[in-house]
Every structure is written in structure tokens, then in C-alpha cells.
């Protein structure tokens, strides 16, 4: 190698080495920024679903509730086409005369019912109501079932027509309201309807049906009465109007229809329903009836009321009737006119007593319950302050059934037949039971 190159190397080497120097001295690459994690928005919660509209309500004739004022001798306005009926002195002495059994009444019977009910009921559920041989007496179901929405109803007695006090002269209108005096005495002196008289006098006239009867006691416990008509059922047990039945359905079925509510109450959900239907409810008709059973079954389980009935539930006949009240309610407020005690008295019901039994009335003193008289004496809650059934004070007692937690409500049996059946009577302190021939 020359000499004059090595200069040069040299030369060459110390800039490189220079430059890697400064190459080591300068700060490092910095390592790349983490990606900035931006959290993703919620999804916004969906808009809740706007509520239902509730039904818009129908313009309500309020004839029908003037009318139930008129026959429970109460004011209307003075504004109405009927306001000079009210000033007549007929009709101010009817009023009075209405006011005064009322009170009477109220402060005997109704008033501590309706104080029991309050202390006793309160978990009874709303829903509808089954009140098997009540004759009209829509009285005592709201009174003790005021969470009721619909009410069935039955007995012997004829439904009779609209009252319609608009299109009557004063005179046919007074003629009406003393029939219907007459019929009210009985029950607001007993607190109870006597089937034979009232099944002969009541349905003779407009004023005078079951319709009338119950929209007196409707308009007098502060109900607005907004619709009553006539009905039918056809075979599914819907509600259809009178006069639209097939005759291939092998049969009509005719009742009463009451829209009421609480006076002062507003809206569709307030709105209650009585339906009543007159006629045969042995076992050769009951079950036969078109549509009966089909609207009580659509209606669901039921709170049942059994009050002055005759004991026609301790008869083979009644039997349907009977499998229906024990297969479909969720409780029964009832007395021994209504259903055999030993029905009640097993694991399926949870049972509370109350009052005082000793024995029938006179006419029935073959259908005695020791059993009850011994499970009130041992397990009673005590007398109550009012009557109730046939029984007076002393010996007034009520069932109170509840089906017990697990018990279920079930499809009803029927036989279709009077003769057969079980059958309960009593001899001395013993209770016979009588199977009527072989299912």
C-alpha cells in the first residue's frame, strides 16, 4: 500500500466512527403509541311501548239510571223528563215509605255486614262472582263481594221487563212501584227472599221483575246504573242480544243484563256486569241450558255465594248445580241452607266459622248438621251482629271456604239425571249420606 493513502483511510475511518458516535448518543426511535381504546356508545334503550288507549266509553243512556232512582225513591235532577213525577204526593210518599225501610234496614242488617265483610274478607280476590237461587238479590253479593267485576246470577223468579218511567203515565208508574213495595218488604225485613212468594209475585209488571228489584238495590248502594236490556247466550256462552237464538241450538236461554259502577268512578275498567238467568237448575236442565255453563266456565274461577237456597244442594237433583260450585270457586261464603257441611269440611278447603248453629227452621228439619253444630262450637270466631239466611240472630252463622293452598279448581261433573246422586238428611245427631242409584 502507498503512503499517501493512508491519510485518506484514516481520514475515512474517524468520520465513521464519528458518525456512530452521534448515531448512539441520539435519543431512540421511540416505540410506537398504543392504539387509543375508545370505549363504543350503549346502545340506546329501546322507546317503551306506548300503553294501550283504553277503551273509549259509549255515550251511557242515563234513562237507565233515572229510572233506578224512580223505583228507589230517590231524587233526580231537576232537569229530567221525570223530575215531575217526583213532585207528585204519591210518589213523595213512596219515597218516604223507601227511606224509612232503608234505614231500617241498614242499621239492622246491612251496615254490620258490611263492617264484618271489611274485617273478614279483605283477601278475597276481585273476579267474578256465582250466586246459584239468589232470586234478585244483587243486595248482599256486592255488599259482601264488592271487588266483583261480573255477577251470575239465578232463580225462579221472572226477569221482567225494563222499567221505562218516560214512557209511562204517572198513574201506570205508581201501580208499578207499589207491586214493587211489596216485594221489597220481605226482603228488607228478613234479609232474605221467600222462593215461593217471590217467585209467584215477582215478574208481574216492569216495575215488578227481577231487573227492577235489582236496580233498586244497585241505585240504593250507591251504583250508577248505565245499561239494562235483555239477553240471550248462544252455545258458547257468549252474550247476544234477545231474539237472536238459532232454534238448532235445541233451546234458549234467557236472561237479564245490568252495567253498573260505583257512583263517581270513571273509565271502562270501572264498569261491572250482572247477568241473571230465570228457570230450572236441576240436573235434567242445568247442564242442558244453552251456553249457561259455557259462560260460567269462560269466566274463570269464582267466589261463590250460597245464602237462603233451600237446601236443594243437599238433593240428588241439585247434584250439577253442587259439582260446579265445588269444582270452579276459589272460595264460598255460604250457610247450611247452601251446601252439606261435610262437602266443605276436608283437606281441600281452608275453613273459618262464624256465629251460632242450633237447627233448622220448621220446614227443614230434616236436613240438620251436627257436624257443624260441634265444628262451630269447638272452632267459631264468634256471633255476628246480623241475620243472614233463614236462620235469625241467635243462630246466624256463615261458612267462610277457602281452597286450601295446592288445590286447584277443576272441570265439574255432571250426571244430567234427577235420579241420580248423592243426597245428605240427618236423623237425631247423625248425618246420612245416600248415593241415589249407581253412576
Not at 193 to 221: C, H, K, P, W
Not at 422 to 427: I, L, P
Amino acid at each position: 500500500m502507498k503512503l499517501s493513502v493512508l491519510p485518506k483511510l484514516l481520514l475515512t475511518l474517524s468520520l465513521a466512527l464519528v458518525a456512530c458516535k452521534h448515531t448512539e448518543e441520539a435519543d431512540p426511535m421511540p416505540a410506537p403509541a398504543e392504539a387509543e381504546v375508545v370505549e363504543a356508545a350503549p346502545e340506546p334503550e329501546p322507546e317503551p311501548e306506548p300503553e294501550p288507549e283504553p277503551d273509549p266509553e259509549p255515550e251511557w243512556d242515563k234513562a237507565f239510571d233515572e229510572a233506578a232512582h224512580i223505583v228507589a225513591g230517590l231524587p233526580v235532577s231537576p232537569e229530567s223528563e221525570v223530575y215531575s213525577l217526583t213532585q207528585t204526593a204519591n210518589y213523595k210518599a213512596y219515597a218516604q215509605e223507601m227511606e224509612e225501610a232503608w234505614q231500617r234496614y241498614l242499621a239492622k242488617d246491612l251496615s254490620p255486614l258490611k263492617v264484618w265483610v271489611d274485617q273478614e274478607l279483605k283477601d278475597l280476590p276481585a273476579g267474578p262472582v256465582f250466586y246459584p237461587f239468589s232470586g234478585p238479590d244483587i243486595l248482599n253479593a256486592v255488599t259482601i263481594y264488592p271487588r266483583g267485576t261480573t255477577y251470575i246470577m239465578f232463580g225462579l223468579e221472572a226477569i221482567g221487563g225494563v222499567p221505562e218511567p218516560t214512557g209511562d203515565s204517572d198513574a201506570a208508574t205508581m201501580a208499578g212501584l207499589e207491586k214493587l213495595k211489596a216485594s221489597l218488604s220481605v226482603l228488607l225485613g228478613r234479609n232474605y227472599f221467600i222462593t215461593q212468594y217471590m217467585a209467584n209475585e215477582i215478574g208481574r209488571g216492569d216495575y215488578n221483575g227481577v231487573t227492577s228489584v235489582m236496580m233498586f238495590f244497585l241505585a240504593r248502594t250507591g251504583h250508577e246504573i248505565l245499561e239494562a236490556r235483555t239477553i240471550e247466550l248462544d252455545p258458547e256462552g257468549n252474550v247476544i242480544s234477545a231474539g237472536s237464538s238459532d232454534p238448532s241450538w235445541g233451546g234458549r236461554t234467557q236472561g237479564t243484563e245490568i252495567k253498573f259502577r260505583v257512583r263517581g268512578e270513571e273509565g271502562m275498567d270501572s264498569v261491572k256486569t250482572v247477568w241473571y238467568f230465570p228457570g230450572d237448575a236441576s240436573d235434567n236442565a242445568f247442564a242442558k241450558r244453552v251456553g249457561l255453563h259455557q259462560l260460567m266456565m269462560n269466566q274463570g274461577p269464582a267466589t261463590t255465594l250460597l245464602k237462603a237456597a233451600s237446601y236443594l244442594m243437599y238433593n240428588p237433583e241439585f247434584d250439577d248445580v253442587r259439582s260446579v260450585v265445588l269444582a270452579r270457586s276459589s272460595a264460598i261464603l255460604s250457610e247450611s241452607s247452601g251446601i252439606p257441611f261435610h262437602y266443605l269440611n276436608t283437606d281441600g278447603w281452608d275453613l273459618s266459622l262464624y256465629g251460632n248453629y242450633d237447627k233448622p227452621i220448621k220446614d227443614f228439619s230434616y236436613r240438620c248438621q251436627p257436624d257443624l253444630k260441634a265444628a262451630l262450637e269447638t272452632h267459631g270466631k264468634g256471633a255476628l251482629d246480623f241475620n243472614f239466611g233463614y236462620q235469625f240472630r241467635t243462630a246466624t252463622h256463615i261458612i267462610v271456604s277457602r281452597r286450601a293452598e295446592g288445590r286447584s279448581v277443576s272441570e265439574p261433573w255432571f250426571d244430567y239425571s234427577n235420579a241420580r246422586g248423592e243426597g245428605t238428611t240427618c236423623t237425631g245427631s247423625t248425618v246420612n249420606v245416600k248415593i241415589s242409584r249407581t253412576y
